[in-house]
């Protein structure tokens, strides 16, 4: 018999947890959520640690999972196509061994595998994709989920190849097998079953799909998330929009910026769009056009090569209908170049031609001045960017070499308007006829980095070590290891520039945030003191030598690693020339000064902001007692980074009344060394709640409340409503024991109608955790 996925979810968890390996157990319950929601950042900052833990624990069920979900992310909401491919083929492999064989989630590397090959290009890999989804289809119950998702997989190529009407048959033989089994199709198997009827042109068929679901759906005690009604609202849009029904569509589309939030609407919402700009109901400007092209830039880095071009030549034939010569011309070549990276070209290598047959055929704009004098112009007239695209391209076609200054202004334009990729290679090309451009090698150098390049940056690098410039070679390696992380190498790149250039003030302001995110903060101190030595003074600077003095920014930073380093004079000293007033002349710097938030990274990868203390100019007492998803604790003294993150509120505002800034947490200083335990129950009245957390407070321990109005628990006595309940966490000083704070716990609660648990401390404690099991029991806690 076939494991359920989720049952097994649920008793790994719980044995995870039980063993203690509670990040690994919180990885396998969250990540499948962050991968389906577009938690990108939360799900990249969780999955190395959890993949390490799984390998190291031997838990290769585990080390599917986490695979998958991941995948699922990189595949369905970032459209990763090229880039996701060696994992999605190593995945494969690793879930059909042995040992994998049988985890419920292996087969589910099926669909990665089919799922990456239809980005690259579903129509070109419709044999592979084909053979591999029969197989896995025969060895897959119907009353499973991954029948379902197979079957939609199946479908999805089925139009690829051109064959919705097979593609719609399948989905009914799928269906019925699926509730022959007992079973309810998911919601997601409308969106195949409509977009299989969408190319056949039954529109309205496709609508009833979608209500028909959704009703099903919610009768069976579900709610649409708002994933799906992201989803619902695009697919009925586009269907709305086919039918001529513009005033529906228009009410169903989501926003603009939801789509860009969330890549996975993108298509059917730019189809959708297209239809209604042919109607007139939606404005076919620049700014769509540069959306468009952006949207089709990730695709293109992600390698998803078929979606690419589809969202091109969409591009392409809306930067017709506005006239863009230029753009659609630069659409074109986009399109050409995607065609070279598929495997069937049959229809689109016609559209492509197409596009830039009508592209070359638009008229070229007149010039209002002459070519030499269009950049002034057009930073005199600021004509939308569009407009200027053409005029530029217009007078470098007057020419018989190309202006390096007209050359740039263009880069600009067609930059603004999202595409990079096409400025990289203009960038480039120029470059030969204008090798010591100086301004055109740094742009060069921010757009490949910008791109995530690697292999331009070492390219241009090269070059410019050729050329003579060892020192801008590099200054763009160390940026390029920053953008990336590696601050390391960035440390190593900036000691190679100043090595040639001393007195380069930038230089070492990078290489001082690199040594402070390496934790290196006598190092940061010692960039931030050389820096001063070597800068202006202001006095004494002229009107162009700004980039050469000291800024408060560099004094600030300097403040947080004197701090960090408890080099309390420096911190003074250049806190004095800030214009700080500190209450004692030497010694550490423990002032109260007001009540801040501090951002901290919690174990999960997401992040949390946490009341605390401000002590100093860089320094601040952590006031919640914490659990172990931090690495903070109640009373801890912390360095901040001297930025506030965020916007102001006006003064004066309903927002500025109750708002604190919001600092990020760079290191601890000084740990206080609580221990924390959670205690639960029946709330009790506020006169001995009060009395309660007086007490422990005055026995030094520390109390932090968690749960609010709304948590209530059950009641033995059989109320329906149940009780109040309270949920709080219980810091153990380092001057105490888990021992002398149960007995004093044991002491203050013991008159409480209803009795408060505490078992982990109670463990702890080596006393008897029976009774609070059975208060747990009792209370369901």
């Known amino acids: 018999m076939t494991t359920d996925i989720w049952s097994w979810v649920h008793d790994t968890h719980r044995q995870l947890a039980e063993s203690g390996r509670h ?22 900052a969780m999955f190395p640690e959890a993949l390490a833990s799984a390998r190291a624990l031997e838990l290769p069920w585990v080390e599917v999972f986490l695979r998958h979900w991941r995948l699922q992310n990189l595949l369905n909401k970032r459209h990763q196509g090229e880039a996701a491919m060696a994992e999605a083929v190593s995945l494969l492999e690793f879930a059909h061994r042995e040992e994998t064989a049988a985890c419920p989630q292996s087969v589910c590397a099926v669909q990665d595998f089919t799922i990456c090959h239809a980005n690259i290009d579903g129509p070109g890999y419709v044999p ?90 919610v009768a069976a005690g579900n709610r649409p998330d708002d994933d799906d009604r992201r989803k619902l609202a695009v697919g009925r849009a586009l269907q709305f929009a086919a039918l001529g029904r513009t005033g529906p569509a228009l009410e169903q589309l989501p926003d603009a910026e939801e789509a860009d939030r969330y890549p996975d609407i993108r298509h059917r919402w730019s ?85 830039r047959a009508a592209a070359e055929a638009l008229p070229r704009p007149e010039l209002p001045v002459p070519a030499d004098e269009l950049p002034q112009w057009l930073a005199e007239h600021r004509p939308d960017p569009e407009t200027g695209a053409d005029l530029l391209a217009a007078a470098l076609a007057l020419g018989e070499r190309p202006d390096t200054v007209l050359v740039v202004n263009l880069a600009g334009a067609l930059g603004s308007l999202g595409h990079t990729r096409a400025v990289t290679e203009l960038a480039w090309t120029q470059l030969e006829s204008d090798p010591g451009h100086a301004y055109l090698t740094g742009m060069l150098g921010q757009l490949l980095i910008d791109a995530e390049d690697g292999e331009g940056v070492d390219r241009l690098a090269t070059r410019l070590t050729a050329a003579g410039e060892p020192s801008d070679a590099h200054w763009l390696r160390a940026r390029w290891a920053a953008a990336q992380g590696r601050w390391e190498e960035v440390g190593e790149q900036c000691a190679a520039v100043l090595a040639h250039s001393p007195e380069a003030l930038n230089t070492r302001r990078l290489a001082a945030a690199a040594a402070t995110r390496r934790g290196e903060h006598a190092e940061a101190q010692r960039l931030y003191e050389e820096l001063l030595a070597h800068a202006l003074d202001p006095a004494e600077a002229g009107p162009d030598d700004a980039h050469r003095t000291v800024q408060e920014p560099d004094l600030w930073h300097l403040v947080t690693a004197a701090t960090a380093n408890r080099d309390w ?13 500190f209450d004692t002349d030497s010694g550490p710097v423990e002032e109260e000064w007001q009540l801040i938030e501090l951002r901290v990274p919690r174990a999960n990868g997401t992040t949390t ?20 998803d931090l690495d903070l604790n109640h009373g801890d003294i912390v360095v901040f980074s001297p930025a506030v993150l965020g916007d102001r509120p006006e003064p004066g505002s309903a927002e500025a009344e109750d708002w604190r800034p919001v600092f990020e947490f760079l290191t601890l200083l000084d740990p206080a060394g609580y221990t924390t335990y959670w205690i639960d129950g029946g709330r009790p009245d506020e006169e001995d709640w009060y009395a309660l957390r007086d007490a422990l407070r005055a026995a030094g321990h520390a109390v932090w409340v968690y749960s609010g109005d709304q948590y209530r628990i059950t009641d033995p ?65």
């Not at 157990?25 to 950042?41: C, K, P, Q, S, T």
């Open 23 to 44: 990040r690994l157990a919180d990885a396998l319950a969250e990540i499948a959520g962050h991968a389906v929601d577009g938690r990108n950042e939360q799900l990249d």
């Open 128 to 217: 592979e994709r084909l053979a591999v989804l029969e197989e896995a289809l025969q060895r897959v119950e119907p009353a499973r989920a991954c029948f379902d998702c197979l079957s939609r997989e199946y479908a999805d190529t089925l139009e690829d190849d051109g064959r919705p009407a097979d593609a719609l048959t399948h989905l009914d033989r799928a269906e019925t097998r699926i509730a022959a089994a007992g079973e309810r199709v998911s919601l997601s198997f409308a969106h195949s079953r409509a977009s299989a009827l969408h190319r056949l042109g039954r529109h309205q068929d496709a609508l009833d799909v979608y209500d028909t679901a959704e009703r099903a759906h």
């Open 271 to 355: 189809a959708a769009v297209e239809l209604l700009v042919a109607a007139g109901e939606f404005d076919n400007d620049a700014a769509l056009g540069a959306r468009l092209a952006s949207w089709a830039g990730e695709l293109d880095t992600a390698g998803s090569h078929r979606p690419c071009l589809d969202l091109v030549l969409r591009a392409g034939r809306l930067a017709l209908a506005r006239g863009a010569r230029e753009v659609a011309l630069t659409l074109a070549r986009t399109g050409e170049r995607k065609l070279g990276q598929l495997r069937r070209t049959d229809g689109v290598a016609e559209q492509v031609a197409a596009l």
């Open 569 to 581: 004079a420096a911190v003074r000293a250049a806190g004095a020339r800030i214009g700080i007033e």
């Open 609 to 628: 902001d946490l009341p605390a203390l401000r002590t100093g100019p860089a320094t601040a007492r952590v006031l919640p007692v914490l659990g172990e």
């Open 717 to 781: 006595g059989g109320d329906e409503d149940g009780l109040p309940g309270i949920y709080a966490a219980i810091g153990v000083p380092p001057t105490s024991t888990a021992a002398r704070a149960d007995a004093l716990l044991t002491e203050l609660t013991a008159h409480l109608a209803h009795p408060l648990a505490w078992p982990a401390l109670a463990e702890a404690a080596g006393a008897d955790t029976a009774r609070h099991r059975r208060i747990v029991d009792a209370y369901d806690l």
